[in-house]
């Protein structure tokens, strides 16, 4: 059974870091796509980074291109998000996610469809101007 449980979050200034831990259990390592996915009030869920365990890549959304950096250890017991630069806008519950893929291409376009079976509960982020 896949687990993912979020923690890190909290609150922030316009400009300043914060940096999101996950931890993983249940999950194998082959053919696994995990990311990080936001969602605020009235708004629509967000992907914001995928990371393709198969091939070591990653792809983001453009809105934190260049800030977000995500990452993992090398037993794969633990996912990060860091977040540079913050903006008011990035206020937001933060959600990691996985799912098994076949091929790269699948991971990435979860991207921006969010589809993953397994996520944890999130961890809320708010930044302030």
Same mark, same amino acid.
């Given at each position: 059974? @896949?687990?993912?449980a979020?923690? %890190? /979050? +909290?609150?922030?200034?316009?400009?300043? *870091?914060?940096?999101l831990?996950c931890? !993983? &259990?249940?999950?194998?390592?082959?053919?696994?796509?995990?990311?990080?996915?936001?969602?605020?009030?009235?708004?629509?869920r967000e992907g @914001?980074?995928?990371?393709?365990? %198969? /091939? +070591?890549?990653?792809?983001?959304?453009? *809105?934190?291109?260049?800030?977000?950096? !995500? &990452?993992?250890?090398?037993?794969?017991?633990?996912?990060q998000?860091?977040?540079?630069?913050?903006?008011?806008?990035?206020?937001?519950?933060?959600?990691?996610?996985?799912?098994?893929?076949?091929?790269?291409?699948?991971?990435?376009?979860?991207?921006?469809?969010?589809?993953?079976?397994?996520?944890?509960?999130?961890?809320?982020?708010?930044?302030?101007?």
């Amino acid at each position: 059974q @896949v687990q993912l449980a979020e923690s %890190g /979050g +909290g609150s922030a200034q316009s400009g300043g *870091s914060l940096t999101l831990s996950c931890a !993983i &259990s249940g999950l194998a390592y082959i053919g696994a796509c995990v990311s990080w996915f936001r969602q605020s009030p009235g708004k629509e869920r967000e992907g @914001v980074g995928v990371l393709y365990l %198969g /091939g +070591g890549g990653t792809k983001y959304a453009d *809105s934190v291109k260049g800030r977000f950096v !995500i &990452s993992r250890d090398k037993a794969l017991k633990t996912l990060q998000l860091q977040m540079n630069n913050l903006k008011p806008e990035d206020s937001a519950m933060y959600y990691c996610a996985a799912a098994t893929v076949t091929y790269s291409g699948d991971c990435w376009g979860r991207l921006s469809s969010t589809d993953f079976p397994h996520r944890g509960k999130g961890t809320q982020v708010t930044v302030s101007s």
